[in-house]
């Protein structure tokens, strides 16, 4: 593949996928405690958190597979814009 970035060394790489972790687990933390009734926004966070965390890179050699991969995460990140436009307008509805 051209163009491509070399991976980053173990111990970054697992720093990294740490931090992108606990920041998650905390927002998830407070959207599901503080709102029981949104189901869209959890699905927001929840596949928000899915393309955000899960370590591609590290697994899969096959360039097929990296870009099906790749596309899965397009594919969670368009769904949860989605949820998260759907869950502004219907909150902001019911507000009025």
């Not at 593949?1 to 998830?28: C, F, H, Q, S």
């Not at 899965?72 to 368009?78: D, I, N, S």
């Amino acid at each position: 593949m051209k163009g491509t970035v070399p991976p980053l060394a173990v111990r970054e790489r697992i720093k990294d996928l740490n931090t992108k972790a606990y920041y998650l687990l905390v927002a998830l933390s407070f959207i599901y405690r503080t709102s029981s009734g949104s189901h869209s926004l959890k699905w927001a966070i929840t596949l928000t958190a899915i393309s955000a965390v899960l370590p591609v890179q590290d697994y899969i050699t096959s360039p097929l597979w990296l870009e099906c991969m790749r596309f899965f995460k397009v594919v969670c990140l368009t769904a949860s814009l989605a949820f998260a436009i759907f869950f502004v307008w219907t909150t902001t509805a019911a507000a009025n």
